[in-house]
T-cell receptor, first 116, second 115 residues
Framework: GAVVSQHPSWVICKSGTSVKIECRSL??????MFWYRQFPKQSLMLMAT?????????EQGVEKDKFLINHASLTLSTLTVTSAHPEDSSFYIC????????????FGPGTRLTVL | AQTVTQSQPEMSVQEAETVTLSCTYD???????LFWYKQPPSRQMILVIR??????QNATENRFSVNFQKAAKSFSLKISDSQLGDTAMYFC????????????FGKGTRLHILP
């Protein structure tokens, strides 16, 4: 089946540092990847849509300079949280869309970010 | 804009019972997908069932079935013979039939299956 991995699975960092989270589609090519943030006991909120080889499209209210997204290949997208602060602590989940067109997204296992 | 509403924040049922989770949505689109996702304590999102809006027949996956009422914009999930492993957060979700479009999630229903 379609597998999506995320690395790291959890990370603790100091306030002011930057953290990079990787999302990989392991056995398929994904032209589109999505990044979500999930606060405790809440739903998934889409942060941005990432298309291979082009700039990400950010949802309203998401700071593009703070959450840098790079989708350099058909199997890898990265999310960098720059100058992280405690309020950025959350669970970050990526998903990838299967190519050719198959309207289903496969989700990664998520990354728990804790900013001290 | 599309919205997805789940009116039951939390539910509990006894093991082996049947439970129905409610979901309504709002859209002006005619072609779209509806999903139910399960998020167990591991936080891994798992697709439970999907429904294409153009299909009149309700989708079924083993113990999971939906009641899709397109005119009423309703999409409920029925879990039969519930099992302890069904304990999880369940999200109803909507997606337009567009190659690059995004999934919109409801707020979720936390389901507890009691032994």
């Amino acid at each position: 089946g379609a597998v999506v991995s995320q690395h790291p699975s959890w990370v603790i960092c100091k306030s002011g540092t930057s953290v990079k989270i990787e999302c990989r589609s392991l056995d398929f090519q994904a032209t589109t990847m999505f990044w979500y943030r999930q606060f405790p006991k809440q739903s998934l909120m889409l942060m941005a849509t990432s298309n291979e080889g082009s700039k990400a499209t950010y949802e309203q209210g998401v700071e593009k300079d703070k959450f840098l997204i790079n989708h350099a290949s058909l199997t890898l997208s990265t999310l960098t949280v720059t100058s992280a602060h405690p309020e950025d602590s959350s669970f970050y989940i990526c998903s990838a869309r299967v190519v050719p067109v198959r309207d289903e997204q496969f989700f990664g296992p998520g990354t728990r970010l804790t900013v001290l | 804009a599309q919205t997805v509403t789940q009116s039951q924040p939390e539910m509990s049922v006894q093991e082996a019972e049947t439970v129905t989770l409610s979901c309504t949505y709002d859209t002006s689109e005619n072609n779209y997908y509806l999903f139910w996702y399960k998020q167990p304590p591991s936080r891994q999102m798992i697709l439970v069932i999907r429904q294409e809006a153009y299909k009149q027949q309700n989708a079924t996956e083993n113990r999971f079935s939906v009641n899709f009422q397109k005119a009423a914009k309703s999409f409920s999930l029925k879990i039969s013979d519930s099992q302890l492993g069904d304990t999880a957060m369940y999200f109803c979700a909507f997606m337009k039939m567009n190659r690059d479009d995004k999934i919109i999630f409801g707020k979720g229903t936390r389901l507890h299956i009691l032994p």
